[in-house]
Every structure is written in structure tokens, then in C-alpha cells.
């Protein structure tokens, strides 16, 4: 099967993605993890580290592509950009690290500080990292970002902007990718503003707002975990389709339209009724004319 390519415009397409993992629990074969590059290029960056080898595996088999998986984990990607260190987002790259090659992983500071504190330890796994408990076998090394100011990602022609988020008791992150004049912006788990009492959201939209004004912004990726039925006060920081569509409306009324934006719905949590019951309500709901994305595990998507 051929990689699939969901074009909105005519326009040559700026960036590749390809989901290694897509669900937002339980199924450890299958969780957040999205390498992004520049079209034509094979250095991506690895947005999360859910879910690594066996989304490589599906992608090499599904001949996304034409390496071997090997090859993808350890030349392809150049960099992890960690929005949050809960396991779903980050275990892959626990589990690959024995087998992964020397690379920067990305993120806020307090991210870093839980990974080099509670995961990269020699009582929790090895220390594969250049900071931390002695001794530092120094694989990977740690580069903090600050929010507001646009970082360039080793060994890619990438930039990425990082943007704080609200997710319950946990400052989760939203990596804004820019190529050349193109970008692509990726949240993490998010809560929205309303029930977080957080400003973040509304931040991040306007920071986003003339990008998407100026059809410079290729895609959104952001997460909706729970149908509707979820009650507010059990949402742990998570999005519904019907807050998700209240983001939606305060990005609208700064940018003027998002109608035909490209929309990729990630972090879909199990049992698969409810990933049904998502589906049909953001499909039955979508006043502003998004232009809805369900990704698969190891089927690229061009934007
Ligand atoms: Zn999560
Ligand atoms: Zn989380």
C-alpha cells in the first residue's frame, strides 16, 4: 500500500508526517508519537516517543518507507521533541534507547528534569543521557527550550517554537515547526482554557492566528481524548470534540476563517466505542468547516 497524501491545495506540499503511534492509552503498540520533516527530506524529528519501534515496523511494511527500521530510528531521526513525560509519550523511546543513535531530545525544562530525574536513572533504566545520575553514557543530550524564542533542530533545515500548555497538575507543550515559510504546529495532551483556568490556549491561538491568516500554517495536530459524555471534572487535562470546537471558535475569531484548515485528531483514547462516538461527534459538530484528519500508524500524510 502506497503512502496515502492528504493535500488541501495545490500548493507543493512543505512537510511529511509520518504517525508511529496514534491512540492516547492502553494499546503500548500504538501510542503518540509523529515523525515530521521537510517534504523531499528524510531528517525528521520524532514530535513524543510514545510508541517507537512498532509504528517503524508498520511504516517499513506499509513501505512509507524504503529502509529498513533500523535505519529509520537511527538516521531518519535526527531528534525527540517531548511534549510531557507521562509514559504514553515517552516509553518508546525508553524501550528503543539501547538501540538508538547519538541525537538532541527537545523540550521545556520541567519535561527534561522529570525524564533526567525519574526515567533516564540506573534504578528506573540506564542513564543514556549527558545530565543526570553518574555514570552519563551521553546518547542523547538534553536541549531545554525557552517558550517564545525559535530554537533550530540539529541536523534538520527545522525550526521549532516551543509554546507551554495546561494539562491537569502537568505543564504539557505545543512545537510550532517551521520550514522555510511553512509551518506545522503540534500540541501535546491539553486541557482547555476554561477548565484548566489557563491562559495558555489562548495564547498559543494568537500566536498561530496571522500564520493561518497568511495560509503559512499546513496543519494542526492536537489531541481529543473523551466523547462528550465526559463529564468536566474527569477530563485529567484532556480535550472533547465539543471543547475542541470552543478552541477552535477562539482561533477563528482572531484569524478571521480556519475553514479548510487541516485538523489531524490524535491521542483518541480506547475502548474503540468511544473513538467511534469522537469521530461522529466532531463530524456532527464542525460549525467552522475544519477540515478533519484521523491519522494511521505508519501511513504518511503530506501537508
Ligand atoms: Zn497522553
Ligand atoms: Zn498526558
Known sequence: MPAVSIAQTNAAPAFRVVPLGILGGIDESNLSAYMI???????????????????????????TFSVT???????????YFISHAHLDHISGLIINSPEDSTKNIYGLKSTLETIKTHYFTWESWANFANEGEEPRLKKY???????????????????????PLSHSNLTSTAFLVRSNDSYILYLGDTGADEIEKSYNLQKLWEAVAPLVKAKKLKAIMIEVSFPNGQPDKTLFGHLTPKWLMA??????????????????????KPPVQNIIKIKNQLKADNPLGLNLIYPQQGIAMVF
Request: glycine share 10%; proline share 2%; net charge negative.
Open 141 to 163: 543530550h538534553y536541549k531545554a527550550l525557552e517558550p517564545g524564542s525559535e530554537a533550530a533542530v540539529d541536523n534538520t533545515t527545522m525550526q521549532v517554537q516551543a509554546f
Open 37 to 63: 520533516a521537510p517534504a523531499g527530506s528524510d531528517n525528521y524529528i520524532c514530535m513524543d516517543a510514545g510508541t517507537l519501534h512498532a509504528g517503524i515496523e508498520k511504516a517499513v511494511a506499509t513501505k
Open 247 to 268: 478552541e477552535m471558535a477562539v482561533l477563528k475569531n482572531l484569524a478571521g476563517s480556519v475553514k479548510g484548515l487541516n485538523l489531524v485528531v490524535t491521542h483518541l
Open 69 to 79: 527500521g533500523e535505519q529509520v530510528l537511527k538516521q531518519y531521526i535526527k531528534g
